[in-house]
């Protein structure tokens, strides 16, 4: 009853006239509200439909990623990206490319590669895919999740680090040459507090990237949260934007339910809302169901297509005063 009370009330807080879906409210302020797709779930009607109503970005969850679009060597196979990009545009709604370099998720044949044959193939890749796409994304994650877990605020080791500490450089420089219009994101996990060791990490090199001219547009926080939320998550999207970067919140989910995930809920989206560099939130998955966190209910919808309280404290967010627009002229 508790959850019920609260549902309501947030309904009945929502200002008169405001935008009643996540994309539109978002538009307000000139930002996006986006989430992961599926490929496999664009034959559910129920899915298909708060997709179409509520979102405004859709990122591919796995179709654009480096098994997926190069299962063997040199042969691109661009099927369900495709479907999922064109289902997008048939809407309206804008894409987000993820990812063209990680460590995780590479075809077999990849993965046994090392030294200049990967990096070789590793510029290949990232020049037919990106290329693929010309002209139709609005960003790429250029690479995913290149930094090591822990105090060390270092690289991972990876067969792509072991190419040598230039590859990411190299990849930001080739998805340019491959797509000079998207905007090219490093995207992480645990980058969400500014404290953590990993956070400064990626800090460190996005300053440098900026200081010598790397091609980097964008920082992504996946946020992937359990039932708590970094007190100083809104000073690490401020820190990175007055590097020059966007920030683009670009995979978040987070445990719980009722009074106490709708917080959560409201405290990510106001953090993005008060930085004017932070230009969008994608969310991990529409419904409980389709999460990989499905057991943590960390969405917005329950497995029915039932808006929960969380999103109900999200949309009043995005339709509050509290806002800071973002600076959607801004170009790379």
């Not at 044959?117 to 690479?143: E, F, M, P």
Request: hydrophobic content about 35%; overall charge positive.
């Amino acid at each position: 009853m508790a959850t019920l009370f609260t549902t309501t009330a947030l309904l009945a807080a929502t200002p008169a006239g405001a935008a009643s879906t996540l994309g539109a409210s978002a538009a307000q302020s000139g930002r996006y509200f986006g989430t992961a797709v599926a490929a496999g779930r664009l034959g559910d009607g129920t899915y298909v439909g708060i997709l179409n109503r509520e979102f405004s970005m859709v990122t591919a969850e796995n179709e654009m990623k480096m098994d997926a679009t190069e299962p063997n060597p040199n042969q691109f196979t661009f099927g369900n990206g495709d479907r999922i990009l064109n289902q997008a545009r048939s809407q309206g709604k804008r894409v987000r490319g993820h990812t063209l370099a990680w460590h995780g998720q590479q075809p077999g044949w990849m993965q046994r590669m090392e030294g200049p044959s990967l990096r070789s193939a590793l510029v290949n890749h990232i020049t037919k895919v990106a290329g693929h796409y010309r002209g139709q994304l609005y960003a790429w994650d250029v690479v995913n999740e290149a930094f090591a877990d822990g105090g060390s605020g270092g690289r991972r080791d990876s067969n792509l680090q072991r190419t040598g500490n230039d590859w990411i450089e190299v990849a930001f420089r080739t998805a340019r040459a491959a797509d000079p219009g998207a905007k090219l994101c490093y995207n992480d996990y645990n980058i969400d507090s500014w404290s953590a060791a990993k956070t400064q990490g990626v800090y460190r090199m996005v300053k440098d990237f900026k200081a010598r001219g790397v091609p980097i547009d964008c920082v992504g926080l996946q946020s992937h949260f359990g039932t708590g939320i970094p007190g100083d998550y809104q000073t690490t999207i401020q820190r990175f934007g007055e590097l020059g970067v966007d920030v683009q919140i670009t995979e978040l989910d987070i445990a719980g339910s009722g009074t106490q995930q709708a917080e959560n809920y409201r405290r990510v989206t106001q953090a993005c809302l008060s930085v004017a560099r932070c230009g969008g939130i994608t969310v991990w998955g529409i419904r409980d169901t389709d999460s990989w966190r499905a057991r943590e209910t960390p969405l917005l919808f329950d497995g029915a297509g039932n808006k929960k309280a969380a999103y109900n404290s999200v949309l009043n967010a995005l339709n509050g005063g509290s806002v800071v627009p973002h600076p959607t002229a801004a170009t790379h």
